[in-house]
């Protein structure tokens, strides 16, 4: 079945880099887009950006643009999410979300658990 | 940015009465050139990811119950769930996919009065 499968949690210090991964299965990999989307906790969705899997373009919500890699390897299917200089406020569920035009994210990974603290 | 604003926060409602959560959007969502509203709507229950349930505003994903129903257009959009069940008690969330930044309402949260 088509599914996003997502690396484990994580604890970091502030300061330190966090490389996120997201495997997806049961579909053909490049048609589709990758979003990445986080949840602290008790709060809403925070869309942070998105990377074509077909050409590796990608945009980016601003406020996270230059702390944030986003990269895809189509040999193994999988989609990553790096964020550095980890401050406490990016604690948080990191997701992962599979984009078709038009089609909203239709398919979600489980989340990744990311705490930042001394 | 487009802001996305739910009403209401919270909803308590009877079990098989109907939920109606709205959702507007500061700037029009409706794309003139293949009149698609780019408005989806999400269900995210405790301890798991959200689940699409509309998009288009109104095209209900593959698999949803039909007592869920979007509807609206440009910036104001409403979702109802006709006869609330026990295990539609979740928060949901409307997104608007037409500009990025892409962006959600704050949520609203539905239980059983």
């Known amino acids: 079945q088509v599914q996003l499968v997502q690396s484990g949690a994580e604890v970091k210090k502030p300061g330190a880099s966090v490389k996120v991964s997201c495997k997806a299965s049961g579909y053909t990999f490049t048609s589709y887009g990758i979003n990445w989307v986080r949840q602290a906790p008790g709060q809403g969705l925070e869309w942070m950006g998105w990377i074509s899997a077909y050409n590796g373009n990608t945009n980016f919500a601003q406020k996270l643009q230059g702390r944030v890699t986003l990269t895809t390897d189509t040999s193994t299917s999988t989609a990553y999410m790096e964020l550095r200089s980890l401050r406490s406020d990016d604690t948080a569920v990191y997701y992962c979300?599979?984009?078709?035009?038009?089609?909203?994210?239709?398919?979600w990974g489980q989340g990744t658990m990311v705490t930042v603290s001394s | 940015d487009i802001v996305m604003t739910q009403s209401p926060d919270f909803l308590a409602v009877s079990l098989g009465e109907r939920a109606t959560i709205n959702c507007k959007s500061s700037?029009?969502?409706?794309?003139?050139?293949?009149?698609?509203?780019?408005l989806a709507w999400y269900q995210q229950k405790p301890g798991q990811p959200p689940k699409l349930l509309t998009y288009?505003?109104?095209a209900r994903e593959s698999g949803v119950p039909d007592r869920f129903s979007g509807s609206g257009s440009g910036t104001d959009f409403t979702l109802i769930i006709s006869s609330l069940q026990a295990e539609d008690v979740a928060v949901y969330y409307c997104q608007q996919y037409y500009s990025t930044p892409w962006t959600f309402g704050q949520g609203t949260k539905v239980e059983i009065k």
């Open positions: 979300a599979r984009a078709a035009a038009g089609h909203g994210f239709d398919i």
């Open positions: 700037q029009s969502v409706l794309y003139s050139s293949n009149n698609k509203n780019y």
């Open positions: 288009w505003a109104s």
